[in-house]
């Protein structure tokens, strides 16, 4: 429509050369003559090789390739590809199933494992779920790959506890003192509503008409129901909260009782079974929750713990017993509760099974003292060998260990007196100093390498089997360090 001057192309404002410099060809619009090979674009000693050989030719597929039973269907992924790229995804921190979709387009290694197929997230992450247990399972095949390479001693190991981010918001907890109050309120809102839901049926026949004119020839009253089913989903959810709250108080106090009337039996030289139980269910049915305990409709079996920097979070407790001699994890688990005081035998027990032997030395913190603890630590040493230096309480900043006092030890002393003055020789100060540098990197190395501070799965089964399968990706790390990606073969031959 306007008659418009044609305007010259702009050059270049680029500097040139400060020489007659010759610069390698490059030409972004350059045809491949031939196909390219994923094999070249990656270096000879790089993770994603290591992985991939490790899922061809080590790792027992026997428990995924089970799960497989019925021959009809689409054929899904080969198992090979997917764990190879769940393998390296928790091994670099790359854990979503939508980030390692987008690595499977945007990353070499990723494409390299994928031998350049694109499987969407809702596979990977129905393979996740579907092969759980098997993926837990590589925690130990993970174990005796590092066992038969020599990297595990088990002369002294530390064991500890990390609190790791649930998938579920702290906000989304209600405590039973609310539960209750909140419950009796939604219970009379529904009476309420049904009393108008009836009244409204009671006159629908003689309101037809006041009826066709407020909603319609062809509408019909439908907010009530909705209401009500709304109400009643609360309602239920509020229910199974308050039911979970009150089953765990009784099983707290089922087991104190219990507990108590054992001590009570061997003091008094007696061992009635029936009266254990008897006393246990007692407890059980006069217990009562205390008005601060909570429950996560999220993910239920999440509890709200204090982390290492003094928040508050929605948590689950992780526990490993590392090795000292190449900071391989010889034992994982998840529980719900937050103290570690009840974790030190199933721990020891779990890396002496995990193993098939008991390690010479364990190192544990201050909180996993208690008089329990003390006692089985005594009795693990005269049955297992295990000496153990556990921690009786905690040193403010700068604080120097006390030097042990001179002379025999008193026969009155305690179990927890014994051990302090155990940590304060020489011999027990030089092997506790060691347990930081065992296992905090261990923790450190999970969080920060593998993003492993926050789980992707929910309940407790789901966060055990993911915790485990971050264990055994930190191992692979620590074996693919050890003997690189060419040795690997060579050295399980």
């Known amino acids: 429509m306007f008659e418009v001057e044609p305007v010259e192309k702009k050059r270049s404002q680029d500097r040139p050369a400060a020489v007659d410099k010759r610069f390698r060809a490059f030409d972004p619009h350059q045809a491949l003559l031939l196909p390219p090979s994923l094999d070249d674009w990656l270096p000879q000693d790089h993770l994603a090789r290591f992985v991939a050989d490790l899922v061809d030719e080590v790792l027992d ?12 269907g689409y054929p899904p992924y080969d198992p090979r590809l997917m764990l190879r790229l769940l393998i390296y995804g928790y091994t670099t921190g790359v854990r979503s199933s939508r980030a390692i979709e987008r690595k499977c387009a945007d990353d070499v290694a990723f494409r390299y494992l994928a031998a350049d197929q694109a499987p969407d997230f809702r596979s990977i992450s129905r393979f996740r779920r579907r092969h759980l247990d098997a993926l837990a399972g590589l925690f130990t095949q993970s174990l005796h790959l590092a066992q038969r390479l020599g990297m595990v001693k088990m002369g002294r190991v530390a064991l500890d506890g990390t609190k790791l981010e649930a998938s579920a918001s702290k906000h989304k907890a209600m405590s039973y003192g609310r539960l209750v109050e909140k419950e009796e309120r939604i219970e009379a809102e529904i009476a309420q509503l049904e009393a108008m839901a009836q009244a409204l049926l009671a006159d629908a026949e003689a309101t037809d008409t006041a009826e066709d004119q407020r909603f319609g020839a062809d509408g019909k009253d439908t907010d009530l129901p909705a209401e009500l089913g709304r109400r009643e989903k609360r309602l239920a959810r509020l229910q199974a909260a308050r039911a979970q709250i009150e089953a765990e108080a009784a099983d707290k106090a089922r ?3 219990e507990e108590k009337e054992r001590r009570r039996q061997e003091r008094a030289g007696a061992d009635d079974g029936q009266a254990v139980t008897d006393a246990g269910e007692a407890a059980a049915a006069k217990s009562r929750p205390k008005p601060k305990a909570q429950a996560n409709f999220t993910d239920p079996d999440s509890r709200i713990m204090k982390n290492s920097d003094g928040a508050f979070i929605q948590a689950y407790n992780a526990q490993a017993v590392v090795d000292a001699e190449h900071q391989v994890i010889t034992a994982a688990d998840v529980t719900t509760n937050a103290s570690d005081a009840l974790n030190y035998t199933t721990m020891l027990d779990q890396c002496a099974a995990n193993t098939g032997a008991h390690p010479k030395q364990a190192l544990v913190d201050a909180g996993y003292c208690s008089e329990t603890n003390l006692e089985a630590a005594k009795e693990r040493q005269l049955t297992c060998g295990t000496d153990t230096f556990m921690a009786t309480g905690r040193l403010a900043h ?21 051990m302090a003055r155990k940590l304060r020789t020489k011999p027990g100060k030089a092997a506790y100093s060691r347990r930081k540098a065992i296992v905090e990197p261990v923790f450190g190395q999970i969080m920060t390498c593998q993003n492993g ?3 992707l799965l929910r309940g407790e089964d789901g966060a055990r089997a993911e915790w485990r399968l971050l264990a055994a990706c930190h191992n692979l790390r620590k074996i693919f360090r050890h003997t690189g990606t060419t040795a690997l073969a060579s050295a399980i031959a």
């Open 61 to 72: 597929l026997g428990p995924v390739l089970a799960d497989y039973t019925e021959k009809r």
């Open 255 to 257: 087991e104190h009782a």
């Open 398 to 418: 700068d604080e120097q260990v006390p030097p042990a006092p001179r002379g025999r030890i008193p026969a009155s002393a305690t179990l927890k007196e014994r």
């Open 453 to 455: 501070r926050q789980l």
